[in-house]
C-alpha cells in the first residue's frame, strides 16, 4: 500500500466508516467520542437527521413526543459520559435541563433534528476545551494540540519544544508536572490508543497500522502495544473488531 502516511491518517480520523454492526456499539462509540471532545468525529455522526435515526423504540404514539423522549434519553447519556469524562456534574446536568426543556416546547420533529447536533456538539466542544485546558500553561497546551495533529509523524521533544517556543528541557519538566506523565510516554499513550481505534474500526494491516503511526518497526509496535494494553495487536483486533465494509 503506497499511500502517504499523513493522508492515510488523515483518511483515518476524518472520513466516515460505513459500518455495519450491533446498534449499542456504535451508540457507545458515538457518546465515547463526545466524551473525548472529538469535534470532527461528532460532526460527521450528527450528519444523519436525528427524526430518521434508526432503531428508535416507540415510547409515544405521537411521533413528536416519541422523538422528544429519545431526546431527553441522549441529554442524560451525553450527562453521564461528560461527567465521566471529567465535565463538572452541575454543567453537565444544567446543560442537560436547558436542553430538554428547550426541546420540549418545540412543536416540529424538524424542530428538534436541528437542536439534537446542537446539543451534542455543545458538550463535546465543552468536553475538547476541558481536555486541553488541562495543561495551565500554553505551551504545554500548543504541544497537546500538535501530538493529536501529528500521530503519523515521528514527534520529538525537540520538535514539540521548537513548535511551543521553549528549551527542551524546560518543556520536559514542565510537560511532566503538568500532566503527570513524560513526554514520550504520552506520545506512544496516544498512538497506542489510536491504534486500538484503528484496530477494531477499519481493516488496515498490523503492518500498516504500524507504519501509518510512525513506530519505527512493527516488532516494536507489537512490544508497545502489548506493554500498554497486555495484548499483541492481532490478540487485540481479534477480541475486538467488528465486521465492516470500509470504502
Known amino acids: 500500500m503506497n499511500i502517504p502516511q499523513e493522508l492515510l491518517y488523515q483518511q483515518y480520523v ?24 472529538n469535534t470532527e468525529k461528532v460532526k460527521e455522526l450528527c450528519r444523519e437527521s436525528f427524526q430518521e435515526k434508526k432503531g428508535l423504540g416507540i415510547l409515544s404514539d405521537s411521533p413528536l413526543q416519541n422523538l422528544k423522549y429519545h431526546f431527553a434519553i441522549t441529554a442524560a447519556m451525553l450527562a453521564r459520559y461528560c461527567i465521566e469524562g471529567g465535565m463538572e456534574v452541575t454543567e453537565a446536568y444544567d446543560l442537560s435541563d436547558y436542553y430538554i426543556h ?19 456538539l455543545d458538550y463535546t466542544t465543552r468536553m475538547e476545551k476541558m481536555h486541553r485546558n488541562h495543561a495551565c500553561s500554553r505551551p504545554v497546551a500548543q504541544c497537546l494540540e500538535y501530538i493529536y495533529d501529528h500521530l503519523h509523524n515521528r514527534i520529538t521533544v525537540p520538535t514539540l ?12 519538566h514542565l510537560f511532566a508536572k503538568e500532566m503527570g506523565i513524560s513526554v514520550s510516554s504520552y506520545i506512544q499513550s496516544k498512538k497506542i490508543e489510536t491504534a486500538q481505534n484503528m484496530l477494531c474500526h477499519s481493516d488496515y494491516a498490523i503492518s ?12 516494536y509496535f507489537t512490544s508497545v502495544f502489548r506493554e500498554k494494553t497486555g495484548k499483541t495487536p492481532m490478540q487485540y483486533r481479534a477480541e475486538h473488531f467488528r465486521t465492516s465494509s470500509i470504502k
Do not use: N, W
Not at 104 to 118: A, F, G, N, V
Not at 161 to 172: D, E
Open 14 to 37: 476524518r472520513r466516515e466508516l460505513e459500518t455495519y454492526r450491533a446498534p449499542y456499539d456504535p451508540e457507545l462509540e458515538f457518546y465515547s467520542y463526545v466524551r473525548q471532545g
Open 161 to 172: 519544544a521548537a513548535h511551543a517556543g521553549i528549551s527542551p528541557g524546560y518543556l520536559s
Open 208 to 219: 500498516v497500522i504500524s507504519t501509518t503511526l510512525a513506530f519505527p518497526s512493527q516488532s
Open 102 to 120: 428547550k426541546a420540549d416546547l418545540m412543536k416540529s420533529k424538524k424542530e428538534i433534528s436541528t437542536l439534537h447536533p446542537q446539543m451534542c
